[in-house]
Nanobody, 125 residues
């Protein structure tokens, strides 16, 4: 089992920055990747970005590329999502996830077995 706890959400103005953290504990050694997803009200959960735990390779959704950045601190077992130039359309509940996705599925919700409780990010215009 893997436990994930997100933190860092809040209410910010458009153009601002916010950094989310995801602390992982439990049986994390077998997980290949950590991902960030978001779900806006009335919409399906969607991929934001992810990072391969060992290599540090990162992957992003087109909608956030150049504005968001995923990083990890292996010693702390923590993954971060740095969000810059936030837009109102970034408003959503953001979830951290852990799993063993193959490369072709690294953006797929179904590829991640463990999920955090989510943290709300609200961007006002």
């Amino acid at each position: 089992q893997v436990q994930l706890v997100e933190s860092g959400g809040g209410l910010v103005q458009a153009g601002s920055s916010l950094k989310l953290s995801c602390a992982a504990s439990g049986s994390t050694s077998g997980q290949y990747a950590m991902g960030w997803f978001r779900q806006a009200s009335g919409k399906e959960r969607e991929f934001v970005g992810s990072i391969r735990w060992n290599s540090g390779n990162t992957y992003y959704a087109d909608s956030v590329k150049g504005r968001f950045s995923v990083s990890r601190d292996k010693a702390k077992g923590t993954v971060y999502l740095q969000m810059d130039i936030l837009k109102p359309e970034d408003t959503a509940v953001y979830y951290c996830a852990a799993g063993r996705p193959i490369l072709s599925e690294i953006r797929a919700v179904r590829a991640y077995a463990y999920w955090g409780q989510g943290t709300q990010v609200t961007v006002s215009s």
